[in-house]
Protein backbone atom coordinates (compact mmCIF):
# COMPACT_ATOMS: atom_id res chain seq x y z
CA UNK A 1 0.00 0.00 0.00
CA UNK A 2 1.20 3.36 -0.89
CA UNK A 3 0.25 6.87 0.24
CA UNK A 4 1.11 9.53 -2.39
CA UNK A 5 0.65 13.04 -0.25
CA UNK A 6 1.29 15.04 -2.83
CA UNK A 7 -1.19 15.01 -5.85
CA UNK A 8 -2.98 17.90 -7.88
CA UNK A 9 -5.22 15.04 -9.56
CA UNK A 10 -7.84 17.93 -11.03
CA UNK A 11 -4.86 18.12 -13.77
CA UNK A 12 -4.63 14.20 -14.25
CA UNK A 13 -6.77 11.70 -16.26
CA UNK A 14 -8.85 8.45 -15.26
CA UNK A 15 -6.15 6.42 -16.80
CA UNK A 16 -4.06 8.09 -14.01
CA UNK A 17 -6.48 6.74 -10.93
CA UNK A 18 -6.60 3.70 -12.84
CA UNK A 19 -2.73 2.84 -12.85
CA UNK A 20 -2.12 4.64 -9.30
CA UNK A 21 -4.70 2.07 -8.15
CA UNK A 22 -3.07 -0.57 -9.76
CA UNK A 23 -0.24 0.00 -8.94
CA UNK A 24 -1.38 0.23 -4.62
CA UNK A 25 -2.05 3.81 -4.18
CA UNK A 26 -5.24 3.82 -1.73
CA UNK A 27 -5.06 7.38 -0.76
CA UNK A 28 -3.80 10.63 -2.55
CA UNK A 29 -3.56 14.13 -0.82
CA UNK A 30 -4.41 17.21 -2.92
CA UNK A 31 -2.48 20.49 -1.86
CA UNK A 32 -4.49 23.71 -3.09
CA UNK A 33 -2.20 24.97 -5.63
CA UNK A 34 -1.99 27.49 -8.23
CA UNK A 35 -3.49 26.67 -11.88
CA UNK A 36 -0.57 27.62 -14.16
CA UNK A 37 -1.49 31.03 -14.28
CA UNK A 38 -2.96 33.09 -11.54
CA UNK A 39 -6.33 33.58 -10.25
CA UNK A 40 -7.95 36.92 -11.46
CA UNK A 41 -10.80 37.06 -8.02
CA UNK A 42 -12.16 35.21 -4.93
CA UNK A 43 -15.14 33.13 -6.55
CA UNK A 44 -12.53 31.03 -8.75
CA UNK A 45 -10.38 30.30 -5.50
CA UNK A 46 -13.77 29.41 -3.86
CA UNK A 47 -14.88 27.38 -6.80
CA UNK A 48 -10.98 25.36 -6.64
CA UNK A 49 -11.47 24.86 -3.23
CA UNK A 50 -15.47 23.08 -3.64
CA UNK A 51 -13.85 21.62 -6.22
CA UNK A 52 -11.09 19.74 -4.40
CA UNK A 53 -13.87 19.12 -1.14
CA UNK A 54 -16.13 17.45 -3.45
CA UNK A 55 -15.99 16.62 -7.30
CA UNK A 56 -12.26 15.65 -7.13
CA UNK A 57 -12.57 13.76 -4.30
CA UNK A 58 -16.01 11.56 -5.96
CA UNK A 59 -13.89 10.86 -8.73
CA UNK A 60 -11.12 9.44 -7.13
CA UNK A 61 -12.95 7.16 -4.82
CA UNK A 62 -14.67 5.60 -8.22
CA UNK A 63 -11.62 4.33 -8.95
CA UNK A 64 -11.05 2.76 -5.40
CA UNK A 65 -8.58 6.05 -3.81
CA UNK A 66 -9.52 7.75 -1.07
CA UNK A 67 -8.68 11.84 -1.76
CA UNK A 68 -7.80 14.45 0.52
CA UNK A 69 -6.66 17.95 0.10
CA UNK A 70 -5.10 20.92 1.68
CA UNK A 71 -6.65 24.47 1.91
CA UNK A 72 -4.64 27.63 1.96
CA UNK A 73 -3.53 30.56 0.07
CA UNK A 74 0.05 29.60 -2.40
CA UNK A 75 2.57 31.91 -2.05
CA UNK A 76 2.68 33.43 -5.80
CA UNK A 77 -1.02 34.56 -5.23
CA UNK A 78 -0.02 36.08 -1.90
CA UNK A 79 1.21 38.62 -4.20
CA UNK A 80 -2.07 39.77 -5.18
CA UNK A 81 -3.15 41.81 -2.41
CA UNK A 82 -6.68 42.18 -3.20
CA UNK A 83 -7.16 38.83 -3.78
CA UNK A 84 -5.29 37.79 -0.70
CA UNK A 85 -7.32 39.09 1.62
CA UNK A 86 -10.47 38.01 0.05
CA UNK A 87 -9.29 34.76 0.37
CA UNK A 88 -8.10 34.65 4.12
CA UNK A 89 -11.38 35.88 4.52
CA UNK A 90 -13.39 32.64 2.66
CA UNK A 91 -10.39 30.24 3.80
CA UNK A 92 -12.12 29.33 7.37
CA UNK A 93 -15.08 28.07 5.42
CA UNK A 94 -13.23 25.09 3.78
CA UNK A 95 -10.30 24.53 7.05
CA UNK A 96 -12.72 22.36 8.55
CA UNK A 97 -13.97 20.52 5.41
CA UNK A 98 -14.07 16.71 5.52
CA UNK A 99 -10.95 15.19 4.58
CA UNK A 100 -8.99 18.79 4.53
CA UNK A 101 -5.65 17.44 5.95
CA UNK A 102 -3.75 20.47 6.15
CA UNK A 103 -3.32 24.17 5.72
CA UNK A 104 -1.07 24.55 2.45
CA UNK A 105 0.81 24.93 0.20
CA UNK A 106 2.00 28.15 1.71
CA UNK A 107 5.45 29.32 2.23
CA UNK A 108 7.51 31.65 0.17
CA UNK A 109 7.62 31.70 -3.87
CA UNK A 110 9.77 35.30 -4.24
CA UNK A 111 10.01 35.80 -0.05
CA UNK A 112 7.98 39.23 -0.55
CA UNK A 113 6.29 41.20 2.33
CA UNK A 114 3.07 39.91 1.27
CA UNK A 115 4.08 36.52 0.81
CA UNK A 116 5.65 36.75 4.13
CA UNK A 117 2.11 38.63 5.45
CA UNK A 118 -0.39 35.89 4.14
CA UNK A 119 2.02 33.27 5.18
CA UNK A 120 1.56 34.45 8.78
CA UNK A 121 -1.79 34.60 9.02
CA UNK A 122 -2.23 31.25 7.70
CA UNK A 123 0.04 29.67 10.42
CA UNK A 124 -2.43 31.48 12.67
CA UNK A 125 -5.57 29.79 11.04
CA UNK A 126 -3.81 26.39 11.29
CA UNK A 127 -2.62 26.94 15.07
CA UNK A 128 -6.06 28.07 15.46
CA UNK A 129 -8.13 25.15 14.43
CA UNK A 130 -5.15 22.08 15.14
CA UNK A 131 -4.08 21.66 11.60
CA UNK A 132 -0.99 20.04 10.23
CA UNK A 133 0.45 22.99 7.67
CA UNK A 134 2.26 21.77 4.47
CA UNK A 135 5.06 24.21 3.25
CA UNK A 136 6.25 24.53 -0.14
CA UNK A 137 9.67 25.75 -0.34
CA UNK A 138 11.03 28.15 -3.08
CA UNK A 139 12.46 27.10 -5.93
CA UNK A 140 14.62 30.12 -6.34
CA UNK A 141 16.74 31.33 -3.19
CA UNK A 142 15.25 28.15 -1.60
CA UNK A 143 17.75 27.38 1.13
CA UNK A 144 17.42 30.54 2.64
CA UNK A 145 13.55 30.67 1.70
CA UNK A 146 13.54 26.92 3.69
CA UNK A 147 15.28 28.39 6.53
CA UNK A 148 13.23 31.28 6.59
CA UNK A 149 9.40 28.97 6.26
CA UNK A 150 11.05 27.15 9.09
CA UNK A 151 12.06 29.83 11.63
CA UNK A 152 8.92 31.60 10.89
CA UNK A 153 6.63 28.82 11.99
CA UNK A 154 8.80 28.45 15.03
CA UNK A 155 8.05 32.44 15.64
CA UNK A 156 4.50 31.59 15.86
CA UNK A 157 4.60 28.64 17.82
CA UNK A 158 4.13 26.06 15.69
CA UNK A 159 5.66 22.84 17.07
CA UNK A 160 7.45 21.70 13.99
CA UNK A 161 6.41 18.29 14.51
CA UNK A 162 3.03 19.24 13.19
CA UNK A 163 4.35 21.07 9.94
CA UNK A 164 5.80 19.41 6.40
CA UNK A 165 8.53 20.72 4.40
CA UNK A 166 8.14 19.54 1.34
CA UNK A 167 10.38 19.73 -2.27
CA UNK A 168 13.80 18.92 0.05
CA UNK A 169 16.81 18.31 -1.89
CA UNK A 170 20.17 17.20 -0.37
CA UNK A 171 20.88 20.83 0.34
CA UNK A 172 17.52 20.98 2.74
CA UNK A 173 17.17 17.87 4.60
CA UNK A 174 19.69 18.36 7.28
CA UNK A 175 18.53 21.56 8.27
CA UNK A 176 14.70 20.34 8.13
CA UNK A 177 15.17 16.86 9.98
CA UNK A 178 17.68 18.64 12.94
CA UNK A 179 14.74 21.02 13.70
CA UNK A 180 12.33 18.78 14.26
CA UNK A 181 10.27 19.55 10.72
CA UNK A 182 9.00 16.64 8.19
CA UNK A 183 11.30 16.46 4.98
CA UNK A 184 9.00 15.46 2.16
CA UNK A 185 10.70 15.28 -1.34
CA UNK A 186 8.65 15.29 -4.84
CA UNK A 187 10.20 12.86 -7.33
CA UNK A 188 9.81 14.62 -10.75
CA UNK A 189 11.51 12.62 -13.77
CA UNK A 190 14.12 14.82 -15.13
CA UNK A 191 14.36 17.75 -12.53
CA UNK A 192 14.23 18.32 -8.54
CA UNK A 193 14.58 15.10 -7.01
CA UNK A 194 14.81 12.10 -8.97
CA UNK A 195 14.01 8.73 -8.00
CA UNK A 196 17.91 7.44 -7.43
CA UNK A 197 18.36 10.58 -5.58
CA UNK A 198 16.02 9.72 -3.02
CA UNK A 199 17.22 6.26 -2.55
CA UNK A 200 20.36 7.97 -1.66
CA UNK A 201 18.34 10.38 1.00
CA UNK A 202 16.99 7.33 2.87
CA UNK A 203 20.21 5.66 2.60
CA UNK A 204 22.12 8.24 4.11
CA UNK A 205 19.11 9.51 6.41
CA UNK A 206 17.10 6.79 7.28
CA UNK A 207 13.24 7.01 6.98
CA UNK A 208 12.69 9.01 9.94
CA UNK A 209 10.20 11.63 9.08
CA UNK A 210 10.78 11.57 5.92
CA UNK A 211 8.65 10.96 2.79
CA UNK A 212 8.25 11.16 -0.80
CA UNK A 213 5.31 11.84 -2.69
CA UNK A 214 4.61 12.89 -6.95
CA UNK A 215 3.59 15.81 -6.84
CA UNK A 216 2.08 15.24 -10.54
CA UNK A 217 0.22 17.92 -11.41
CA UNK A 218 -0.19 19.73 -15.12
CA UNK A 219 3.44 19.97 -15.52
CA UNK A 220 6.38 16.71 -16.83
CA UNK A 221 5.51 14.36 -13.74
CA UNK A 222 4.80 10.82 -13.09
CA UNK A 223 1.80 9.75 -10.78
CA UNK A 224 3.52 6.49 -9.94
CA UNK A 225 6.63 7.84 -8.36
CA UNK A 226 6.11 6.66 -5.14
CA UNK A 227 5.92 3.14 -5.98
CA UNK A 228 8.37 3.68 -8.38
CA UNK A 229 10.76 4.63 -5.83
CA UNK A 230 9.38 1.99 -3.16
CA UNK A 231 10.52 -0.76 -6.14
CA UNK A 232 14.13 0.98 -6.60
CA UNK A 233 14.81 1.53 -2.75
CA UNK A 234 13.62 -2.76 -2.71
CA UNK A 235 16.18 -3.02 -5.39
CA UNK A 236 19.21 -1.33 -3.43
CA UNK A 237 18.55 -3.72 -0.62
CA UNK A 238 16.16 -0.86 1.59
CA UNK A 239 14.39 -2.92 4.37
CA UNK A 240 10.80 -3.05 4.00
CA UNK A 241 10.02 -1.12 7.28
CA UNK A 242 11.82 1.51 5.93
CA UNK A 243 10.07 1.63 2.40
CA UNK A 244 6.75 1.56 4.41
CA UNK A 245 7.77 4.28 6.55
CA UNK A 246 8.93 6.69 3.50
CA UNK A 247 5.81 5.58 1.40
CA UNK A 248 2.86 5.30 3.26
CA UNK A 249 3.10 5.07 7.35
CA UNK A 250 5.37 8.96 7.87
CA UNK A 251 2.47 11.43 5.48
CA UNK A 252 -0.11 9.01 7.18
CA UNK A 253 1.14 10.05 10.81
CA UNK A 254 1.80 13.72 10.37
CA UNK A 255 -1.53 14.36 8.31
CA UNK A 256 -3.00 12.13 10.46
CA UNK A 257 -2.80 14.66 13.03
CA UNK A 258 -5.41 16.84 11.59
CA UNK A 259 -8.20 13.87 12.39
CA UNK A 260 -8.80 13.79 8.78
CA UNK A 261 -7.05 10.83 7.53
CA UNK A 262 -6.63 7.17 8.94
CA UNK A 263 -6.00 3.77 7.30
CA UNK A 264 -9.11 2.85 8.45
CA UNK A 265 -11.22 5.33 5.73
CA UNK A 266 -9.56 2.29 2.86
CA UNK A 267 -9.27 -0.97 5.17
CA UNK A 268 -12.67 -0.17 6.68
CA UNK A 269 -14.45 2.26 5.22
CA UNK A 270 -18.12 3.56 6.78
CA UNK A 271 -20.80 2.08 5.31
CA UNK A 272 -22.15 5.85 4.30
CA UNK A 273 -18.57 5.67 2.47
CA UNK A 274 -19.05 2.58 0.65
CA UNK A 275 -22.39 3.17 -0.21
CA UNK A 276 -22.02 7.19 -1.56
CA UNK A 277 -18.23 7.82 -1.52
CA UNK A 278 -16.15 5.07 -2.35
CA UNK A 279 -16.10 2.01 -4.36
CA UNK A 280 -13.31 0.35 -2.86
CA UNK A 281 -9.70 -0.76 -4.24
CA UNK A 282 -10.81 -3.71 -6.61
CA UNK A 283 -7.06 -4.75 -6.62
CA UNK A 284 -6.27 -4.98 -2.88
CA UNK A 285 -9.70 -6.00 -2.24
CA UNK A 286 -9.51 -8.90 -4.38
CA UNK A 287 -5.94 -9.68 -2.37
CA UNK A 288 -3.21 -9.08 -5.17
CA UNK A 289 -0.07 -8.01 -5.44
CA UNK A 290 -0.15 -4.38 -6.28
CA UNK A 291 1.80 -4.11 -10.04
CA UNK A 292 3.82 -1.33 -11.27
CA UNK A 293 2.91 -1.05 -15.11
CA UNK A 294 3.38 1.18 -17.85
CA UNK A 295 1.23 -1.47 -19.50
CA UNK A 296 -1.31 -4.01 -18.76
CA UNK A 297 -0.59 -6.47 -21.51
CA UNK A 298 3.05 -6.59 -20.45
CA UNK A 299 1.98 -7.01 -16.57
CA UNK A 300 3.47 -10.46 -16.15
CA UNK A 301 6.66 -9.36 -16.08
CA UNK A 302 6.05 -5.85 -14.51
CA UNK A 303 9.44 -5.66 -12.86
CA UNK A 304 11.69 -5.83 -16.25
CA UNK A 305 9.68 -3.44 -17.86
CA UNK A 306 9.62 -0.74 -14.65
CA UNK A 307 11.04 2.47 -16.05
CA UNK A 308 12.53 4.76 -13.22
CA UNK A 309 11.95 8.48 -15.16
CA UNK B 1 -56.56 9.00 -18.10
CA UNK B 2 -55.78 10.08 -14.92
CA UNK B 3 -56.69 13.38 -14.12
CA UNK B 4 -53.34 15.81 -14.88
CA UNK B 5 -51.49 16.47 -11.53
CA UNK B 6 -52.75 19.72 -9.57
CA UNK B 7 -49.42 20.84 -8.60
CA UNK B 8 -50.89 24.25 -6.67
CA UNK B 9 -52.47 22.50 -4.08
CA UNK B 10 -49.35 20.39 -3.21
CA UNK B 11 -46.62 20.40 -0.69
CA UNK B 12 -49.05 22.15 2.10
CA UNK B 13 -47.21 20.78 5.18
CA UNK B 14 -47.42 21.52 8.87
CA UNK B 15 -43.48 23.20 8.13
CA UNK B 16 -44.36 25.12 5.15
CA UNK B 17 -47.77 26.98 4.69
CA UNK B 18 -47.59 30.74 4.49
CA UNK B 19 -45.26 33.23 2.31
CA UNK B 20 -44.14 34.88 5.66
CA UNK B 21 -41.97 32.87 8.13
CA UNK B 22 -44.42 33.29 11.22
CA UNK B 23 -45.13 32.22 14.24
CA UNK B 24 -46.87 28.71 13.61
CA UNK B 25 -43.97 28.46 10.93
CA UNK B 26 -41.54 28.84 13.66
CA UNK B 27 -43.27 26.67 16.02
CA UNK B 28 -42.94 23.72 13.38
CA UNK B 29 -39.40 24.51 12.58
CA UNK B 30 -38.60 24.42 16.14
CA UNK B 31 -40.31 21.19 16.52
CA UNK B 32 -38.63 20.06 13.69
CA UNK B 33 -35.38 20.72 15.19
CA UNK B 34 -36.12 18.86 18.70
CA UNK B 35 -37.16 15.68 16.61
CA UNK B 36 -33.63 15.60 14.97
CA UNK B 37 -31.72 16.94 18.19
CA UNK B 38 -33.34 13.89 19.96
CA UNK B 39 -32.40 11.53 17.39
CA UNK B 40 -28.57 12.74 17.63
CA UNK B 41 -28.47 13.14 20.88
CA UNK B 42 -29.57 9.80 21.93
CA UNK B 43 -26.66 8.42 19.69
CA UNK B 44 -24.14 10.89 20.88
CA UNK B 45 -21.67 10.66 24.10
CA UNK B 46 -21.88 12.98 26.30
CA UNK B 47 -19.81 15.45 25.42
CA UNK B 48 -20.89 15.42 21.77
CA UNK B 49 -24.33 15.56 23.33
CA UNK B 50 -23.26 18.79 25.05
CA UNK B 51 -21.50 20.29 22.21
CA UNK B 52 -24.21 19.59 20.15
CA UNK B 53 -26.83 21.46 22.23
CA UNK B 54 -24.64 23.91 22.69
CA UNK B 55 -24.29 24.61 19.18
CA UNK B 56 -27.90 24.54 18.27
CA UNK B 57 -28.35 27.12 20.99
CA UNK B 58 -25.74 29.32 19.91
CA UNK B 59 -26.62 29.01 15.79
CA UNK B 60 -29.84 30.07 17.75
CA UNK B 61 -28.96 33.36 18.91
CA UNK B 62 -27.78 35.76 16.11
CA UNK B 63 -24.32 33.41 15.06
CA UNK B 64 -21.57 34.94 13.02
CA UNK B 65 -20.67 33.35 9.70
CA UNK B 66 -17.65 31.82 11.03
CA UNK B 67 -20.08 30.27 14.20
CA UNK B 68 -22.36 28.35 11.39
CA UNK B 69 -19.32 27.52 9.91
CA UNK B 70 -17.14 26.01 12.11
CA UNK B 71 -20.33 24.10 13.64
CA UNK B 72 -21.12 22.46 10.49
CA UNK B 73 -17.52 21.31 9.66
CA UNK B 74 -16.94 20.22 13.19
CA UNK B 75 -20.69 17.91 12.92
CA UNK B 76 -18.99 15.21 11.38
CA UNK B 77 -15.88 15.24 14.10
CA UNK B 78 -17.99 15.38 16.70
CA UNK B 79 -21.26 13.01 16.20
CA UNK B 80 -19.29 10.79 13.38
CA UNK B 81 -20.72 9.55 10.34
CA UNK B 82 -22.95 6.35 11.97
CA UNK B 83 -25.84 5.19 10.30
CA UNK B 84 -29.42 7.10 12.13
CA UNK B 85 -30.71 4.05 12.10
CA UNK B 86 -34.12 5.14 13.49
CA UNK B 87 -36.43 2.67 15.27
CA UNK B 88 -39.61 2.40 13.50
CA UNK B 89 -41.41 4.71 16.25
CA UNK B 90 -38.84 7.23 15.18
CA UNK B 91 -39.60 6.98 12.06
CA UNK B 92 -43.56 7.24 12.19
CA UNK B 93 -42.65 10.37 14.44
CA UNK B 94 -40.71 11.78 11.33
CA UNK B 95 -43.45 10.81 8.74
CA UNK B 96 -46.13 12.87 11.35
CA UNK B 97 -44.33 15.54 11.82
CA UNK B 98 -43.79 16.20 7.82
CA UNK B 99 -45.87 14.03 5.15
CA UNK B 100 -43.49 11.83 3.25
CA UNK B 101 -40.06 12.93 5.23
CA UNK B 102 -38.64 9.58 5.14
CA UNK B 103 -35.01 9.79 7.16
CA UNK B 104 -34.31 6.23 6.93
CA UNK B 105 -31.12 6.14 5.32
CA UNK B 106 -29.88 8.67 7.43
CA UNK B 107 -26.45 9.03 8.92
CA UNK B 108 -26.09 10.87 12.20
CA UNK B 109 -24.02 13.79 10.89
CA UNK B 110 -26.61 14.54 8.36
CA UNK B 111 -29.14 15.09 10.91
CA UNK B 112 -26.86 17.03 13.06
CA UNK B 113 -26.17 19.37 10.17
CA UNK B 114 -29.61 19.46 9.16
CA UNK B 115 -30.96 20.47 12.41
CA UNK B 116 -27.86 23.36 12.55
CA UNK B 117 -29.09 24.74 9.35
CA UNK B 118 -32.24 25.02 10.71
CA UNK B 119 -31.52 26.52 13.93
CA UNK B 120 -29.00 28.85 12.06
CA UNK B 121 -31.32 31.56 10.57
CA UNK B 122 -34.76 32.14 11.40
CA UNK B 123 -35.41 35.39 10.81
CA UNK B 124 -37.65 34.80 7.55
CA UNK B 125 -37.44 32.17 4.92
CA UNK B 126 -35.93 34.57 2.45
CA UNK B 127 -32.70 35.46 4.74
CA UNK B 128 -33.09 31.60 5.18
CA UNK B 129 -32.37 30.50 1.65
CA UNK B 130 -29.58 32.96 1.99
CA UNK B 131 -27.53 31.61 4.10
CA UNK B 132 -28.39 28.11 3.14
CA UNK B 133 -27.18 28.88 -0.74
CA UNK B 134 -24.13 30.72 0.88
CA UNK B 135 -23.66 26.80 2.50
CA UNK B 136 -24.33 24.79 -0.49
CA UNK B 137 -21.78 26.88 -2.72
CA UNK B 138 -18.92 26.01 -0.60
CA UNK B 139 -20.33 22.89 0.93
CA UNK B 140 -18.25 19.57 1.15
CA UNK B 141 -19.56 16.15 -0.29
CA UNK B 142 -21.12 15.34 2.61
CA UNK B 143 -22.46 18.73 3.42
CA UNK B 144 -23.76 18.52 0.34
CA UNK B 145 -25.87 15.66 0.47
CA UNK B 146 -27.29 16.48 4.15
CA UNK B 147 -28.13 20.07 3.00
CA UNK B 148 -30.08 17.94 0.02
CA UNK B 149 -31.45 15.80 2.06
CA UNK B 150 -32.80 18.15 4.18
CA UNK B 151 -34.71 20.21 1.04
CA UNK B 152 -38.26 18.56 2.54
CA UNK B 153 -38.06 20.29 6.26
CA UNK B 154 -36.93 24.00 4.98
CA UNK B 155 -39.73 27.02 4.98
CA UNK B 156 -41.25 28.01 1.81
CA UNK B 157 -39.74 25.46 -0.23
CA UNK B 158 -40.40 26.87 -3.82
CA UNK B 159 -37.44 28.98 -2.99
CA UNK B 160 -35.13 26.30 -2.67
CA UNK B 161 -36.34 24.94 -5.96
CA UNK B 162 -33.38 25.94 -8.35
CA UNK B 163 -30.99 24.57 -5.77
CA UNK B 164 -33.21 21.45 -5.89
CA UNK B 165 -32.50 21.06 -9.68
CA UNK B 166 -29.42 22.17 -9.35
CA UNK B 167 -28.73 18.61 -7.29
CA UNK B 168 -30.88 16.64 -9.92
CA UNK B 169 -28.12 17.72 -12.45
CA UNK B 170 -25.27 16.43 -10.03
CA UNK B 171 -22.31 14.58 -11.70
CA UNK B 172 -21.87 12.99 -8.72
CA UNK B 173 -24.08 10.12 -7.65
CA UNK B 174 -25.09 10.53 -4.19
CA UNK B 175 -26.05 14.19 -4.62
CA UNK B 176 -28.36 13.34 -7.39
CA UNK B 177 -29.69 10.69 -5.28
CA UNK B 178 -30.13 12.69 -1.69
CA UNK B 179 -32.53 14.82 -4.14
CA UNK B 180 -34.69 12.05 -6.02
CA UNK B 181 -34.46 9.08 -3.41
CA UNK B 182 -36.73 9.04 -0.18
CA UNK B 183 -37.56 12.71 -0.72
CA UNK B 184 -40.79 14.07 -1.08
CA UNK B 185 -39.71 17.39 -2.14
CA UNK B 186 -39.34 16.94 -6.11
CA UNK B 187 -43.05 15.44 -6.41
CA UNK B 188 -44.48 18.14 -4.71
CA UNK B 189 -42.41 21.10 -6.32
CA UNK B 190 -41.07 19.87 -10.05
CA UNK B 191 -42.61 20.50 -13.02
CA UNK B 192 -43.24 18.09 -15.50
CA UNK B 193 -39.88 19.25 -17.49
CA UNK B 194 -38.03 19.09 -14.19
CA UNK B 195 -39.59 15.40 -12.73
CA UNK B 196 -39.42 13.83 -16.51
CA UNK B 197 -35.51 15.03 -16.40
CA UNK B 198 -34.91 13.78 -13.45
CA UNK B 199 -36.43 10.26 -13.61
CA UNK B 200 -34.23 9.77 -17.10
CA UNK B 201 -31.41 11.48 -15.19
CA UNK B 202 -31.89 8.59 -12.69
CA UNK B 203 -31.57 6.09 -15.25
CA UNK B 204 -28.43 7.35 -17.13
CA UNK B 205 -27.21 7.32 -13.93
CA UNK B 206 -27.12 3.67 -13.33
CA UNK B 207 -29.43 5.08 -10.64
CA UNK B 208 -32.55 3.49 -9.19
CA UNK B 209 -36.36 4.71 -10.04
CA UNK B 210 -37.93 2.48 -7.12
CA UNK B 211 -36.83 5.01 -4.40
CA UNK B 212 -37.96 7.85 -6.20
CA UNK B 213 -41.75 9.57 -4.07
CA UNK B 214 -44.50 9.62 -6.35
CA UNK B 215 -42.86 7.64 -9.22
CA UNK B 216 -46.53 6.54 -10.39
CA UNK B 217 -48.78 9.91 -9.64
CA UNK B 218 -46.04 12.13 -11.75
CA UNK B 219 -45.98 9.61 -14.62
CA UNK B 220 -47.08 11.49 -17.73
CA UNK B 221 -47.27 11.57 -21.78
CA UNK B 222 -44.10 13.37 -22.46
CA UNK B 223 -42.39 11.14 -19.86
CA UNK B 224 -43.51 7.89 -21.20
CA UNK B 225 -42.49 9.09 -25.11
CA UNK B 226 -38.71 10.12 -23.46
CA UNK B 227 -38.18 6.72 -21.88
CA UNK B 228 -39.57 5.02 -24.76
CA UNK B 229 -36.53 6.44 -26.59
CA UNK B 230 -34.34 6.40 -24.02
CA UNK B 231 -34.98 2.34 -24.65
CA UNK B 232 -34.73 1.88 -27.98
CA UNK B 233 -31.82 3.67 -27.98
CA UNK B 234 -29.94 1.60 -25.23
CA UNK B 235 -31.25 -1.54 -27.30
CA UNK B 236 -29.74 -0.34 -30.74
CA UNK B 237 -26.54 0.14 -28.44
CA UNK B 238 -26.99 -3.34 -27.56
CA UNK B 239 -27.17 -2.05 -23.83
CA UNK B 240 -29.91 -3.37 -21.26
CA UNK B 241 -32.85 -1.37 -20.52
CA UNK B 242 -33.83 -1.48 -16.47
CA UNK B 243 -37.08 -2.98 -16.22
CA UNK B 244 -38.21 -0.31 -13.51
CA UNK B 245 -38.50 2.00 -16.69
CA UNK B 246 -41.51 0.51 -17.87
CA UNK B 247 -43.50 1.59 -14.40
CA UNK B 248 -43.54 5.07 -15.67
CA UNK B 249 -44.52 3.98 -19.22
CA UNK B 250 -47.54 1.82 -18.56
CA UNK B 251 -50.19 4.18 -17.45
CA UNK B 252 -50.13 6.66 -20.68
CA UNK B 253 -48.55 3.70 -23.25
CA UNK B 254 -49.35 4.74 -26.60
CA UNK B 255 -49.45 2.33 -29.69
CA UNK B 256 -45.72 1.81 -30.50
CA UNK B 257 -45.33 1.86 -26.44
CA UNK B 258 -47.70 -1.12 -26.26
CA UNK B 259 -45.76 -2.76 -29.10
CA UNK B 260 -42.70 -2.24 -27.32
CA UNK B 261 -44.24 -3.98 -23.39
CA UNK B 262 -45.89 -6.38 -26.05
CA UNK B 263 -42.64 -7.50 -27.49
CA UNK B 264 -40.93 -8.00 -24.00
CA UNK B 265 -43.62 -10.44 -22.93
CA UNK B 266 -41.79 -12.93 -24.67
CA UNK B 267 -38.03 -11.90 -23.45
CA UNK B 268 -35.83 -14.36 -22.20
CA UNK B 269 -35.43 -11.99 -19.12
CA UNK B 270 -38.32 -13.01 -16.41
CA UNK B 271 -37.50 -9.69 -14.85
CA UNK B 272 -38.36 -7.81 -18.36
CA UNK B 273 -41.68 -9.96 -18.76
CA UNK B 274 -42.42 -9.50 -15.66
CA UNK B 275 -41.95 -5.83 -15.83
CA UNK B 276 -43.86 -5.86 -19.38
CA UNK B 277 -46.94 -7.48 -17.54
CA UNK B 278 -46.95 -4.78 -15.21
CA UNK B 279 -46.35 -2.09 -17.51
CA UNK B 280 -49.48 -3.64 -20.00
CA UNK B 281 -52.12 -3.74 -16.90
CA UNK B 282 -51.70 -0.38 -15.73
CA UNK B 283 -52.37 0.59 -19.59
CA UNK B 284 -55.71 0.23 -19.45
CA UNK B 285 -56.22 0.26 -23.57
CA UNK B 286 -57.97 -2.83 -25.54
CA UNK B 287 -53.98 -3.08 -27.13
CA UNK B 288 -52.31 -3.96 -24.29
CA UNK B 289 -55.29 -6.37 -22.94
CA UNK B 290 -55.04 -7.90 -25.62
CA UNK B 291 -51.03 -8.52 -25.40
CA UNK B 292 -51.62 -9.43 -21.85
CA UNK B 293 -54.72 -12.00 -22.72
CA UNK B 294 -52.16 -14.44 -24.01
CA UNK B 295 -50.07 -14.74 -21.73
CA UNK B 296 -52.32 -16.33 -18.94
CA UNK B 297 -49.58 -17.13 -16.19
CA UNK B 298 -48.01 -13.17 -16.03
CA UNK B 299 -51.96 -11.68 -16.20
CA UNK B 300 -52.65 -14.10 -12.94
CA UNK B 301 -49.88 -12.93 -11.12
CA UNK B 302 -50.75 -9.40 -12.04
CA UNK B 303 -54.72 -9.85 -11.28
CA UNK B 304 -54.04 -11.76 -8.17
CA UNK B 305 -51.28 -9.06 -6.51
CA UNK B 306 -48.28 -11.91 -6.65
CA UNK B 307 -46.54 -9.71 -8.81
CA UNK B 308 -46.02 -6.20 -8.05
CA UNK B 309 -43.93 -3.44 -8.68
CA UNK B 310 -42.29 -3.99 -5.37
CA UNK B 311 -42.14 -7.39 -5.77
CA UNK B 312 -40.29 -7.02 -8.93
CA UNK B 313 -37.56 -4.68 -7.18
CA UNK B 314 -37.39 -7.25 -4.38
CA UNK B 315 -35.57 -9.37 -7.07
Not at chain 1, 3 to 14: E, N, P
Not at chain 1, 238 to 264: C, F, H, M, W
Not at chain 2, 20 to 31: E, L, W
Not at chain 2, 155 to 164: D, F, G, M, V, Y
Request: charged fraction near 25%; hydrophobic fraction near 40%; aromatic fraction near 8%.
Amino acid sequence: MFLDSHTHMVSRTTDDYERMAAAGIVACIEPSFWLGQPRTNVGSYIDYLSLICGFERFRAGQFGLRHYCTVGLNPKEANNEELAEAVLEILPRYALKEGVVAIGEIGYDEQTALEDKYFRAQLELAKELSLPVMIHTPHRDKHQGTLRSMAVAVEHGIDPSWVVIDHNNEETVRDVLDRGFWAAFSIYPHTKMGNERMVEIVRNYGAERIFCDSACDWGVSDPLAVPKTAELMRRANISETLIRKVTYENPLEVYGKSGQIADAHWLKPAAIDQRTLYMGNSVLRGGQTPKITEDNKQEGSALGNLRIV
Amino acid sequence: MPPRLNLSGIGQVSCQTTSIYGAAMTTSTQSLIDLLTGWVVARSTEDAAAWFRGEIKRLGASPTEKDVYLALGYATRKLGKADLDLSPEERARAAAARSGWDPSDWSIDQAGRIALVLASSRSDAHAFRKRLEQLFNTADIGELIAFYRGLPLYPEPSLHLPRAREGTRSAMQPIFEAVAHRNPYPKENFDENAWNQMVLKALFVGSRLAPIQGLDERANPPLMRMLCDYARERRAAGRPVAPELWRCVGPFADASAIADLAALLTSPDVTERRAAALALSASRTDAASSALSSHEGLLQDVKTGRLTWSSLDAK
